[in-house]
């Protein structure tokens, strides 16, 4: 009786030799050891122990002491009764106590440790519940697998205009259906790569309500087990305040960890929250530090960013030629503002040798991408002939690319070829319509060209009122040339009321800057003590300034004073 009550229990926990199958308690199998190391796997003899053992066994033999149960990230309900905590029910594999926290329930719903079960797939015994047979659904590893294939896919129709996300065909959807159910399995199992691919898929929408909240949760997960990419990934939700509340020092830490586990993007952020001090102490060596790490993996933001603190000497010792050396790195994996500030030292001739022809070729490369600076420089050389042939139509269409993005500059230019007929048919109409762009963005050249034009009326109808109102913008600027021109119309009271006194401030503010018109007008209304206190000294003091740049009037003016002061001859205020 003794006999037949084991071999129940043995039948009951279904226990099998893990090389023959052979089940405990029958001919073959009267009783079975288990392997003394793992406790896992059980044997009918010796020879199918050492027969195991060379077939793979000793890849995945684990031993007890060893093993740490995995740490689930499921709803604890789905997947352990609470009879079976509640009463301390034992692992059939392990036969160690079930706890919420390490337990998983397949299929057939019997109960296993989570890391137990793992092992059982990885060793080369039938995969099925050890208790029923039924078979054990797929593992984490290969439900990631199948779900990145069916994910890649889809995407690939996507990105090849076969799909949009937004209408996909049956078939796609059923194979992104299936890829995030499958997802959903891994990650809940545990499986960190799991956790973060369906995290990405939440923060683009893709399968799954578009939600930064559950984005952060499943990034969390992934990084909490120490995936650097995840941690990566939920420093720039925190530094960003997507799905979580802001936090820089959250999003510091981190980066840190992503960063020390060797993760080029987490180096390279390092090396910016360095630089900004955000969330840690500023510390331009530090940034240095964390970017040439990542510079030194071929991260091409990180190599500009190295080349910048060299150039400007921050954290690093200043040196043209390893900012020269860094920008030429990631300029040549193609970063944009690396190729435009490469073509700018070779331009100066800094840190490299002066090359014009090279600077065009840098720059071409940074302007064929959109960079609306290198497309303004690039004009400039074919307006000069600098390291290409002169060309006014190809200046005019490289200016006129950076125009349409909105580099006023370029626009101020655009419109000036329009006002001369140079590269382009002359047109004031075109003219007005480009320098309205550029002015209303501020470009005090602009600003002054549009006030002339409606002073004059040239391509709009005259109006000293508009003309007035755009000197006086590029006067608030400090520009001199503005400055000039609204001090005139208040001296003459077209577009504003007249005033000597006002007149007189801008002519003075013009000249402090080195307008040599202004500073002659002013010696003129110094002389005659208008909207100023009259001092023929202070009116020889600015005639000599402007008469040092070549200002006719001016020095014939000096003349006369000095003549006057010998009885030569009588001022009048003229």
């Not at 002659?520 to 208008?530: E, N, T």
């Not at 020889?540 to 300034?545: F, L, S, T, V």
Request: proline share 1%; net charge positive.
């Amino acid at each position: 009786m003794a006999d037949n009550k084991d071999k129940k229990g043995a039948t009951a926990n279904g226990k099998a030799c893990g090389n023959c199958f052979a089940t405990e308690g029958s001919a073959n199998a009267p009783k079975l050891s288990a392997c003394s190391r793992c406790g896992l796997v059980a044997y009918c003899s010796k020879d199918c122990q050492r027969a195991h053992w060379k077939a793979g066994h000793r890849q995945h033999c684990i031993a007890k002491a060893d093993r740490v149960p995995h740490q689930r990230a499921l709803d604890v309900g789905k997947h352990v009764t609470s009879r079976a905590s509640d009463t301390g029910a034992e692992c059939g594999i392990c036969f160690e106590r079930l706890t919420n926290s390490t337990a998983t329930t397949l299929q057939c719903s019997h109960a296993f440790h989570a890391a137990c079960v793992s092992q059982l797939r990885k060793f080369g015994v039938k995969q099925t519940c050890p208790l029923c047979r039924t078979p054990l659904p797929p593992g984490p590893e290969l439900l990631n697998e199948d779900a990145a294939r069916r994910f890649t896919m889809v995407h690939r129709l996507v990105t090849r205009g076969k799909e949009t996300w937004s209408a996909l065909s049956a078939a796609a959807q059923r194979d992104l259906d299936t890829a995030v159910a499958g997802l959903r399995a891994a990650a809940e199992e545990g499986l960190a790569e799991a956790q973060r691919n369906l995290a990405h898929l939440f923060e683009n929408g893709h399968g799954v309500v578009l939600s930064d909240v559950a984005a952060v949760q499943w990034y969390r997960k992934a990084a909490l087990q120490g995936d650097a990419e995840a941690q990566c990934n939920l420093a720039v939700f925190l530094k960003n305040g997507r799905g979580v509340a802001q936090s820089d020092f959250e999003a510091a830490r981190w980066n840190m960890k992503a960063a020390e586990r060797g993760h080029v993007e987490a180096q390279c952020n390092m090396g910016s929250l360095c630089m900004g001090g955000h969330g840690v102490a500023q510390s331009d060596e530090e940034a240095a530090r964390w970017y040439l790490k990542a510079a030194d993996q071929g991260q091409k933001e990180a190599q500009y960013q190295l080349g910048f603190l060299f150039y400007e000497g921050r954290g690093v010792a200043q040196s043209d030629a390893e900012a020269a050396r860094w920008w030429h790195t990631a300029a040549k994996q193609g970063h944009r503002r690396a190729q435009f500030n490469l073509g700018g030292l070779l331009f100066e001739g800094r840190g490299v040798a002066q090359s014009d022809e090279k600077a065009v070729r840098w720059w071409i490369k940074a302007a064929e991408q959109g960079n609306s600076d290198a497309q303004y420089n690039i004009g400039g050389l074919f307006k000069l002939g600098r390291g290409v042939a002169q060309s006014d139509v190809e200046a005019v269409r490289w200016w006129r690319k950076a125009a349409e993005q909105g580099n006023s500059e370029a626009q101020n230019n655009v419109a000036g070829m329009y006002t001369k007929g140079e590269g382009v048919a002359q047109s004031n109409e075109e003219a007005v319509r480009w320098y309205t762009k550029s002015a209303e963005q501020g470009c005090v050249t602009a600003q002054c060209s549009l006030g002339h034009i409606f002073e004059t009326g040239r391509g709009v109808a005259q109006s000293d009122v508009e003309a007035a109102r755009w000197y006086q913008k590029a006067a608030d600027q400090g520009d001199a040339n503005g400055q000039y021109a609204l001090g005139t119309l208040f001296k003459i009271g077209r577009g504003v009321a007249q005033s000597d006194v006002e007149a007189a401030l801008w002519f003075r503010k013009a000249a402090d800057q080195g307008n040599a018109q202004a500073q002659f007008r002013l010696g003129g209304l110094r002389l005659k003590g208008v909207g100023v206190a009259k001092s023929s000294e202070e009116a020889a003091r600015w005639w000599q300034k402007a008469a040092s740049q070549g200002h006719a009037e001016a020095s014939r003016c000096l003349k006369l004073i000095a003549e006057a002061r010998s009885g030569a001859v009588t001022l009048n205020g003229k």
